[in-house]
């Protein structure tokens, strides 16, 4: 399966494919972002860095999956006291998988897999450290599949796990209510 970065052309499938990823959530499609890869295309800058939208696509090029990642907003605004430079420095290191989805017609067949190596691969050689991905509360299929794949989530209620970057422990609690929060250090 081809993954590559969103094209403008990609809104429609953005759309389509973010209400997948959102389905059973309070925000039923993510119009916004299809907007944006619509002005933009795949990259396009958000607070403290870059956010990337890639597809995977069919070999007509026609779309059948889409990850969606940026620098962990939440996260490294709890750490405005170390300055902008340092907040942007660790941003940097990281990158938050906001969505993913695979049309349904299309899963089990390794495209979700393609689209996670290809986020991976992209983070690693801009010298980012760390992957981090959010899944809802009792999304435990979802989790599983992350953890064969090398993520790790915290067990127990604190939910907290404590990541080195920098030479600053960031703590991956302050990403999101509802959500539980998977680490993939990257080598
Ligand atoms: C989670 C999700 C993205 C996985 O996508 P996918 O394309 O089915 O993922 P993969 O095909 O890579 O992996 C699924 C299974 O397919 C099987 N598989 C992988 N490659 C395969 C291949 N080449 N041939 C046959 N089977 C294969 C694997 O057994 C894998 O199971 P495993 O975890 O036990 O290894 C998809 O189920 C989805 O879109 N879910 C709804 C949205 C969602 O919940 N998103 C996550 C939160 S935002």
Not at 64 to 92: F, I, N, S, W
Not at 107 to 117: D, K, N, Q, W, Y
Not at 168 to 186: I, P, S, Y
Request: net charge positive; aromatic share 6%.
């Amino acid at each position: 399966m081809k993954v590559r970065l969103a094209r403008t052309s990609d809104s429609e499938a953005v759309v389509r494919l973010g209400s997948l990823a959102l389905a059973g959530t309070a925000l039923a499609t993510d119009g916004d972002l299809g907007a944006m890869v619509g002005e933009s295309g795949g990259r396009f800058d958000v607070p403290f860095g870059r956010a990337y939208v890639l597809m995977a696509v069919q070999p007509d090029d026609a779309p059948c999956g889409m990850l969606y990642m940026t620098p962990p907003v939440r996260l490294v605004e709890d750490y405005a006291h170390l300055g902008p430079q340092k907040q942007r420095e660790l941003a940097g290191k990281l990158a938050l998988i906001e969505l993913l989805a695979v049309d349904p017609e299309f899963r089990e067949s390794g495209t979700g897999s393609a689209l996670l190596a290809h986020a991976a691969a992209g983070l690693a050689n801009r010298g980012g450290r760390a992957l981090l991905t959010k899944v809802r509360d009792g999304g435990h299929s979802v989790i599983s599949w992350y953890k064969r794949r090398g993520f790790l989530f915290p067990e127990g209620q604190e939910r907290f796990m404590a990541i080195r970057v920098s030479g600053v422990l960031l703590g991956t609690d302050a990403v999101e209510e509802g959500f539980r929060v998977g680490v993939k250090k990257l080598q």
